[in-house]
């Protein structure tokens, strides 16, 4: 099977789960630790597709002003 392609908004949306989850005091030491690290590499994936996206866009005003 395959894994669908996580996007930046699926991510964006995660991270803003787990930190709801972590305001409301609901997890064990054991949940915090995994969320926490979950959360690292959603934050990881969203600042290299925006530095991706940026890059592009660059690219692409470079090609119009030449």
Known sequence: ME???LT???A???IQDI???IEAESLDMDE???VTARALELIKFCK????STEEDIEKM???LTS
């Open 3 to 5: 894994k669908k392609k």
């Open 8 to 10: 930046y908004n699926q």
């Open 12 to 14: 964006v949306e995660e």
């Open 19 to 21: 930190i709801a989850r």
């Open 32 to 34: 915090l630790s995994k």
């Open 48 to 51: 290299i597709k925006l530095r």
């Open 61 to 63: 005003l470079e090609d």
